[in-house]
Structure formats: structure tokens, C-alpha cells
């Protein structure tokens, strides 16, 4: 059985104010029985990381350099982020694909790194709407797992994140049905990759507008584990909710 999965991005927002969002979050979410994932700036990743400790949230960095140290201004490694408390790091997210030219190979090289420091990488993949309208959904998908996850996949060291682009805080969000098809395809792409064991416990989030209003139905699609929430993850009594509704799941 595969353990859901709530994952929070803050993206470029948030300074030491925000943290009170964190004790908040804690305060009011009990044993869920879910898997509680806050991916803070990398500026505040050690004082979140410190406040949920004791505490069934974990947290992960936004992304992480594929070498282990050196010459890399503004960068950050895998290591740093394992140091500052992250347990997890988002990798190939669309906004990296699109604001630094990230490319498949270069996001799986960045999976080896955070695998070497026992990191679980959350790949991210989605296609635009131009081809979402061009009918080529599932080719772009199935590019982008087969060039941005590197050989060796098992569910704790990989989580696979499906984000439509064009539903990315828009509030736009696919129909079940289409979800469920991507979702599937996902599915049954890494089991014949990695084989059944390894390619049935790897969880395979939803992101792109999720919100406590659409959580539940998008949680009852099959093959898909939990979200990976933007915008909605930023206030507690939103995350919070989306929690909610992935524990009746
Ligand atoms: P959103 O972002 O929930 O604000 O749409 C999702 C994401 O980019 O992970």
C-alpha cells in the first residue's frame, strides 16, 4: 500500500513572518495518517525544519545543484539541503524547466544527487496547453519520465508529480477523467521501467490548483497518492484542509 502524500511548495514567497503559518499548521493537524511534506525558500528551510521536529511534517528544498560542492554561485547542493533538516527535494519543477532551461537530463542528474544524500526526489512533469491541444499529452509525458528519472527508482526515493503547466495557478484544473489517464500512463510506465515492486510503491502526486474545495474529488481518482500544492499551501487552513480531505481518502 502506497502511504498518501501532502506536499507543500512555497515557491519564491515567504520570510520568517510566514513561519507562524508552520505552528499554526502543526497545531491543528494531529495523526493524519498521511505524509506531510513543506518545501520552504531555501532561506528558511533550517527554522522550519527545526520547528516541525518532533512533529509528522517533514520538509524538503525547491531544488538542489547535480554536483556535490564548488564553483556554483547562488546554488544550492543536495548535502546543504540534508544539513538544513530537508528529507525531500523538488526537482524539474515547470517553473525551473521554464525560468532556468532545465532539461530532462539535467533534472535526473539532479536526482542521483539527491539520492546520493538520501534525499527523495519529488520529479515534476506536465505537459502545456499547446500540447494538451495538439493531442500529444502522453508522448510529452512519457518523454519527460523516461529522460528525467534515472535508473534505480523505488517508492522511498521517488515521488512522481504530475502538474498539467497551463493548471499551475490558474485555477484551471483537468477534467478526473484526464487526470486519470495521465495518472495511469504514469503507472504503468514505471512498473515496466522499474519493474512491479518498485514501480507500484512509487506515489505519483496531482499539482495544479489544488484547493480544499477540489482536493476530495481529485483524491478519489485512482493511481493518484496526494497533491503537490502551490499557492493553497502557503495558508495553514488551506494546506490543512487539503490534509483533511487526503486522510478520508
Ligand atoms: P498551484 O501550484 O497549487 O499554485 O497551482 C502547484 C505547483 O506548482 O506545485
Redo the contacts with the bound molecule.
Keep these: 500500500m502506497r502511504r498518501k502524500m501532502a506536499a507543500g511548495?512555497w515557491k519564491m514567497n515567504g520570510t520568517s513572518a510566514q513561519l507562524a503559518e508552520v505552528d499554526t499548521l502543526i497545531a491543528q493537524t494531529g495523526d493524519t495518517g498521511v505524509d506531510i511534506l513543506l518545501c520552504p525558500p531555501a532561506t528558511l528551510l533550517s527554522r522550519m525544519s527545526m520547528a516541525a521536529e518532533g512533529h509528522a511534517l517533514q520538509t524538503g528544498g525547491q531544488d538542489c545543484h547535480p554536483a556535490e560542492k564548488g564553483a556554483h554561485t547562488g546554488d544550492v547542493s543536495a548535502e546543504m539541503l540534508r544539513d538544513a533538516g530537508a528529507t525531500h527535494v523538488i526537482l524539474g519543477?515547470s517553473e525551473r524547466r521554464t525560468d532556468h532551461g532545465e532539461t530532462d537530463d539535467l533534472v535526473a542528474a539532479k536526482t542521483v544527487a539527491a539520492w546520493s544524500e538520501n534525499l527523495t526526489a519529488v520529479v515534476c512533469i506536465g505537459e502545456s496547453e499547446a500540447e494538451r491541444d495538439a493531442g500529444t499529452t502522453l508522448d510529452v509525458i512519457g518523454t519527460q519520465l523516461a529522460g528525467s528519472l534515472p535508473n534505480g527508482a523505488t517508492g522511498p526515493r521517488l515521488v512522481v508529480a504530475y502538474?498539467p503547466v497551463w493548471?499551475?495557478?490558474t485555477g484551471k484544473v483537468p477534467t478526473l477523467e484526464q487526470i486519470a489517464e495521465v495518472h495511469d500512463f504514469i503507472r504503468s510506465t514505471l512498473i515496466a521501467r522499474f519493474g512491479e515492486t518498485a514501480g507500484n510503491s512509487i506515489r505519483i502526486l496531482y499539482?495544479?490548483?489544488?484547493k480544499p474545495s477540489n482536493a476530495a474529488e481529485i483524491f478519489a481518482v485512482s493511481n493518484v497518492d496526494g497533491a503537490?500544492?502551490?499557492?493553497?499551501s502557503l495558508k495553514a487552513a488551506d494546506f490543512g484542509g487539503i490534509i483533511t480531505a487526503l486522510s478520508a481518502a
Design positions: 511548495n519543477h502538474e493548471a499551475i495557478g499539482g495544479g490548483s489544488v503537490l500544492v502551490g499557492g493553497a
